[in-house]
């Protein structure tokens, strides 16, 4: 009889490490994930915002980057149909902070 309460504690004992190692291994993961999730908003938020600016050539609008020199983008849309405000400002060159408003800019005024 000592036989068999000895061999079932033993097969209780190999399934309660078992357990626990699964456990264990499942919270590792899942803190793993949760540092990589970190570890991309940190990254997110130190990149540099890319600064965007419009200007007119040829009478449509042109997208450089924060250099103004280099053409990020050629855009069909004409100067002379925007907005009054929104004209004078891409004549003098209007500055776009982000590229989620530079896609609002276009969503707006694209045909």
Request: proline residues 4%; glycine residues 4%.
């Amino acid at each position: 009889m000592k036989n068999a309460d000895t061999s079932g504690m033993k097969s209780s004992t190999k399934y309660r490490i078992f357990l626990i190692l699964c456990i264990m291994l499942t919270l590792f993961l899942a803190f793993a994930m949760y540092q990589l999730r970190i570890g991309e908003r940190s990254s997110k938020a130190t990149t540099p915002k890319e600064t965007f600016w419009l200007k007119p050539e040829e009478g449509l609008v042109v997208i450089y980057r924060k250099d103004h020199k280099t053409i990020y983008d050629r855009t069909e849309i004409e100067v002379e149909n925007l907005p009054e405000a929104i004209k004078e400002k891409v004549k003098h060159g209007y500055g776009i902070p982000n590229y989620k408003m530079l896609i609002e800019f276009l969503e707006n005024y694209s045909s």
